[in-house]
C-alpha cells in the first residue's frame, strides 16, 4: 500500500523519504525514543541545539505546564560543540537518516565557528541555525528580532559552511515575513518555524514567576494556529522552503501546515505525550493521501493558498 | 515501552489512592526506584503525562502498582477511572535501585505519599536476602502515612511519626531516623529516603553526620521521562566538585545523597 503513495520530499537538497522530523530540543541526539520506534523511519532528526562551549542550562524549575501547553526555560542545555562531534556524532550511527544539527550561540562569531567546524562532519546533512532561543541572555532573541542581523549572521553562516542552512525563526517579532526574507536574503536554504512563543507564569503564592529564568518559551497545541498563520505568510513570501512545527500532535496538525505552505514539518512537545507521534503522523498522512486520491505528499504544499 | 493496561483494581487508602495495572510486559523488567508515566487525560489540557514510582511490583501476577494522592488536575482525573477502564501508559523509566551487598542493614525512611517507592523497595531487599529493614514513615497526619501492609506482610518493623501526633510519634520522621540510626552498625546500614525535599536535605544531614551511607529518591516536575527534554534537573556535586545538573528521569531518581546539592 505505501508504494501507492510519495511521501518524499527534498528540503534544500536534503531528501527526505517522508515530511516528519523531529523538532529541536525535544528529541535530544535521536537517541533517548529507540525503544518505541525505529528512528530511521522518520524523515530526518534534528538534534538538540549545540554551542561552542557546554551549557549547564537554566535552574530548574524549567518546566510549567500550561493549558494546552508547557512553557519552557531549558537555556540551551548541552555538551558543547567538542564532546558532540567527539562522543555523540559516533553514537549516532544508528540513524541513517538525514541529521540537521541545530547550533546557537551568542555572536555571529561563535555560529561561524561552529558552522565551519560541522561542515567537516560526513553525517551532518544540514544545520539549523537557532536565532530564536528566548532563553538565554545574550544572542537568540537579540538576533532573530532585527532582520539586518538575521540577514548578517545568515551571511556569515553561509560562508563558512556548504552545508544546507534552515534559519530557525522566532514569532516574538512584529512582521516575521521581513525576518524570514531577511534570512532567504543572506542566503538560507530553508526556514524553520516557529520557535516558542515568549510567555509567563506566576505563583501567585510566593507572587513570583514559576519558571527559574521568569520568563520561558510557550510550545505545544495552544500554539499551533499561531504557527499555521505564520507558515502560510511566510510561505508565500519566500521561494525557499518552509519548515512547519508548532503543536503537531496528528497528521490532521500535519497536514494543516503542509496545506498552509510547509514542504515538511516536525514534531515537538507531543513527542514527550506519544513517543510514537512521528511515525503515527507519517502512516496518518499516507492514510490520507490514499484516501484522498493524493499520489504525492508534495502537490498538497501550499494547497489553501488558492 | 508503551502500552494501555488496564485497571484491575482502583481503592482509596486514606488520604490516597491505589491504583493496580495489569502490565505483565511492564512488571517483568520492572525494578524499585523506577517509573511509569501515565496519560492522566485524553484531551490536550492537561497536556504532558505524570510519574509515578511502583509501590508494588509482581512478576508472577503481572501486576503492577502505585499510590498516588490527587494534588492537581492530572491526579485529579486519574483518580476518576474504574476498574476495567485502560491507561496509557510508559516504563519502566529512570533506574532501578540494586540490592546492596549482603548483610547490609537497611532503614527505609518515607515522607508523605513519598513512602510509596519504599514499600516495592522493602519488598525487593527482602526477596533478595536483605532482611534487618527498619522502615520509617511520617507524614503530617495519620491518614497521609501510606498503608502499613506491605511492610507488615515481610514482618518488617515499622515506625510512624505524625506532625500533629494522630498516630505514632509526634513530630518528624527525621527524629525517628535521628534515634534509630544509633543503633545500626556504620559500616553495614544504609538508609534509603524519599519524601519532601525538606526531609530528604535533614536526612542527608544526619546520616553525613553518622558517615552512614545515604540514596534519596528525588520528585521532579517532568515532560518526557526518557531524557530528552532536559526539564527535570537537579543539581548534583561531582567528584572534583563541580556543580552540574543532572535528570531525575534517566540519571536518577535516585542518587547518592553526598552528592545533591540542596538549594
Known amino acids: 500500500m505505501s508504494g501507492e503513495v510519495d511521501l518524499r520530499v527534498d528540503i534544500a537538497g536534503i531528501k527526505m523519504k517522508n515530511p516528519v522530523m523531529t523538532a529541536s530540543g525535544t528529541y535530544g541526539f535521536g537517541l533517548d525514543y529507540l525503544q518505541y520506534y525505529d528512528v530511521n523511519e522518520l524523515g530526518a532528526v534534528v538534534v538538540k541545539s549545540i554551542t561552542k562551549n557546554r551549557r549547564e542550562g537554566n535552574p530548574p524549575p524549567r518546566v510549567i505546564e500550561t493549558p494546552a501547553g508547557v512553557l519552557n526555560s531549558i537555556g540551551l542545555a548541552n555538551p558543547g560543540i567538542d564532546c558532540f562531534i567527539e562522543e555523540i556524532i559516533p553514537q549516532m550511527d544508528i540513524v541513517q537518516v538525514p541529521i540537521i544539527v541545530s547550533i546557537a550561540g551568542d555572536e555571529i562569531e561563535e555560529y561561524v565557528e561552529l558552522a565551519s567546524r560541522l561542515d567537516k562532519q560526513d553525517r551532518v546533512s544540514a544545520l539549523e541555525i537557532n536565532i530564536s532561543c528566548p532563553n538565554v541572555e545574550k544572542g537568540g532573541l537579540e538576533f532573530s528580532t532585527s532582520a539586518e542581523q538575521v540577514e548578517e549572521l545568515t551571511s556569515s553562516v553561509r560562508k563558512a559552511t556548504n552545508l544546507p542552512i534552515i534559519v530557525k525563526l522566532s514569532p516574538n517579532v512584529t512582521d516575521i515575513v521581513e525576518i524570514a526574507q531577511a534570512a532567504a536574503a543572506g542566503g538560507a536554504d530553508a526556514l524553520s518555524l516557529i520557535n516558542t512563543v515568549l510567555g509567563m507564569v506566576i505563583d501567585i503564592h510566593k507572587r513570583r514567576p514559576m519558571l527559574g529564568n521568569k520568563k520561558g518559551g510557550l510550545a505545544g497545541p495552544a500554539i499551533r494556529p499561531i504557527a499555521v498563520r505564520m507558515v502560510w505568510e511566510v510561505s508565500q513570501a519566500v521561494e525557499i522552503p518552509v519548515i512547519g512545527m508548532g503543536g503537531i500532535c496528528t497528521a490532521e496538525d500535519a497536514l494543516q501546515f503542509i496545506m498552509a505552505g510547509a514542504s515538511a514539518v516536525a514534531v515537538g512537545t507531543w513527542n514527550f505525550v506519544n513517543p510514537t507521534a512521528p511515525v503515527d503522523i507519517i502512516n496518518g498522512l499516507r492514510d490520507f493521501c490514499l484516501k484522498e486520491g493524493i499520489k504525492e505528499i508534495k502537490d498538497l504544499i501550499g494547497c489553501a493558498w488558492k | ?263
Not at chain 2, 31 to 58: H, K, M, W
Not at chain 2, 166 to 189: A, H, P, Q
Not at chain 2, 218 to 245: I, L
Open chain 2, 1 to 263: 515501552m508503551k502500552l494501555k493496561a488496564e485497571i484491575v483494581e482502583h481503592t482509596r487508602k486514606g488520604h490516597y489512592f491505589l491504583l493496580s495495572l495489569y502490565a505483565p510486559e511492564i512488571a517483568r523488567v520492572a525494578e524499585a526506584g523506577q517509573f511509569v508515566n501515565i496519560r492522566c487525560a485524553n484531551t490536550l489540557d492537561p497536556l504532558l503525562r505524570r510519574p509515578f514510582s511502583f509501590y508494588s511490583i509482581d512478576r508472577d501476577t503481572g501486576m503492577i502498582k502505585i499510590l498516588y494522592e490527587v494534588k492537581g488536575r492530572g491526579t485529579e482525573i486519574l483518580s476518576g477511572y474504574q476498574e476495567g477502564d485502560f491507561l496509557d501508559i510508559m516504563g519502566p523509566l529512570g533506574r532501578g535501585i540494586s540490592v546492596p551487598e549482603k548483610g547490609s542493614q537497611v532503614i527505609l525512611v518515607g515522607g508523605g505519599v513519598g513512602s510509596a517507592p519504599m514499600a516495592a523497595l522493602a519488598e525487593k531487599l527482602y526477596n533478595h536476602d536483605i532482611k534487618e529493614i527498619c522502615v520509617l514513615l511520617g507524614a503530617s497526619t495519620r491518614d497521609r502515612l501510606i498503608p502499613f501492609e506491605v511492610f507488615q506482610s515481610l514482618g518488617l518493623e515499622i515506625s510512624a511519626a505524625t506532625e500533629d501526633g494522630s498516630m505514632g510519634y509526634k513530630g518528624f520522621v527525621t527524629d525517628l531516623l535521628l534515634e534509630n540510626i544509633e543503633r545500626f552498625s556504620r559500616e553495614k546500614c544504609l538508609v534509603y529516603a524519599c519524601g519532601p525535599k525538606g526531609m530528604l536535605r535533614a536526612t542527608a544531614k544526619i546520616c553525613n553526620q553518622r558517615k552512614v551511607r545515604c540514596i534519596v529518591l528525588m520528585d521532579a516536575f517532568m515532560a518526557c521521562g526518557v531524557g530528552a527534554c532536559q526539564s527535570c534537573v537537579h543539581k548534583v556535586r561531582k567528584e572534583k566538585g563541580e556543580e552540574t545538573y543532572v535528570r531525575v528521569c534517566t540519571e536518577g531518581p535516585h542518587f547518592d545523597a553526598r552528592e545533591v546539592v540542596w538549594e
